[in-house]
């Protein structure tokens, strides 16, 4: 799990958890002992616990590699 994690740090990424409805938005900024740290466009931080994790998946971008408006999962 780590070397899969570590692929994503510094790229954006948005992030499934089972404990909630919705997606974390947010560039994956560290991974450590479980818990990964999110920094969202804000510069806000938050701290996910990794045993909650469902998917993570690089935030979609269209040909010019503008980010896409709508997210169909």
């Known amino acids: 799990m780590t070397d899969l994690i570590n692929d994503y740090i510094g790229k ?8 909630s409805s ?3 938005t947010g ?3 560290s991974y450590q002992d479980g ?5 969202n466009a804000n510069g806000q931080r ?6 909650y994790i469902t998917r993570i998946r690089e935030y979609p971008r269209d040909k010019k590699g503008k980010k896409k408006s709508v997210i169909f999962d």
Do not use: F, G, K
Not at 12 to 19: A, D, N, Q, S, V
Not at 35 to 39: G, K, P, R, S
């Open 12 to 19: 954006e990424c948005l992030i499934y958890t089972c404990m």
């Open 22 to 24: 919705s997606q974390i």
């Open 27 to 29: 560039t994956i900024r």
């Open 35 to 39: 818990w990964i740290v999110i920094e």
């Open 46 to 51: 938050d701290i996910v616990n990794c045993e």
